[in-house]
């Protein structure tokens, strides 16, 4: 019983190209995340979603856009590619966002690793 | 100042032995904090939230200190599948929006 799940686990496109990553929660969380980790392995936020309220890391550029259709997905939409966007793409969910309850504990997704050619 | 620094290592130390990380934030707001473990190529797995007062769980202890401004990890009696990349995460937002994860740090434990 996987609890957030990623598809696809990897992707290997040509820059220029649209692509886009799938999440699917069954934690039944109201907050869900996306996550880059870059070849140095630094894990920076991208995105968090939270009833309908969608905050944006000032720094991700407006080629990446997350959709989520209902509470359980929040796909990651990525227009013209390039090569940085090289990395691993995590999607995680929480409980809700509620600081120093223990509800914002987040559960991470096994990754997509995107290779941009 | 990075807003959550630690230590990027690697630990290397033998099977038993008792290993410390520290983590430290720069934002006095922060609100939330956590361990995560990291293993190669898999994706990050909480491995405990660091409360005011300290925590425990089988051995690992985790501790926070408001003043200083870090939070610790001790692992204790060390097993060779403790190896990993623990990450220190600091949650400074008034929402889940401002969530920081340190670099890691590398704990390597040998026979």
């Known amino acids: 019983d996987t609890a957030v799940s990623q598809t696809p686990k990897y992707l290997v496109t040509q820059m220029g190209n649209d692509k886009s990553i799938k999440c699917e929660q069954n934690?039944?969380?109201?907050?869900m995340y996306w996550y880059k980790q870059d070849s140095k392995k630094f894990l920076k936020i991208m995105f968090s979603?939270?009833?309908?309220?969608?905050?944006i890391n000032e720094t991700v550029p407006n080629r990446f856009s997350p959709k989520s259709p209902d509470k359980a997905h929040l796909n990651l939409h990525i227009n013209s590619l390039e090569l940085g966007d090289s990395a691993v793409y995590f999607c995680?969910?929480?409980?809700?966002?509620?600081?120093?309850?223990?509800?914002?504990?987040?559960?991470f997704g096994p990754g997509t690793r995107l290779t941009v050619l | 100042r990075k807003e959550v620094e630690q230590d990027p290592g690697p630990f290397n130390v033998p099977e038993g032995a008792t290993v410390a990380f520290n983590c430290t934030y720069s934002?006095?707001?922060?609100?939330?904090f956590f361990w995560y473990r990291q293993d190669c190529r898999k994706e990050p797995k909480l491995l405990m939230s660091?409360?005011?007062s300290g925590n425990e769980d089988g051995r690992f202890t985790a501790q926070l200190n408001r003043a200083s401004q870090y939070i610790s990890l001790l692992i204790r009696d060390s097993k060779l599948s403790d190896s990993a990349t623990y990450l220190c995460?600091?949650?400074?937002?008034?929402?889940?929006?401002?969530?920081?994860f340190g670099s890691g740090t590398r704990l390597s434990i040998r026979p």
């Open positions: 995680a969910s929480s409980q809700d966002n509620s600081l120093g309850t223990g509800t914002d504990t987040q559960y």
């Open positions: 934690l039944g969380h109201d907050t």
């Open positions: 979603y939270n009833n309908k309220e969608l905050i």
């Open positions: 934002n006095s707001a922060s609100q939330s």
């Open positions: 660091v409360y005011s």
């Open positions: 995460v600091v949650n400074i937002g008034s929402s889940a929006s401002k969530i920081i």
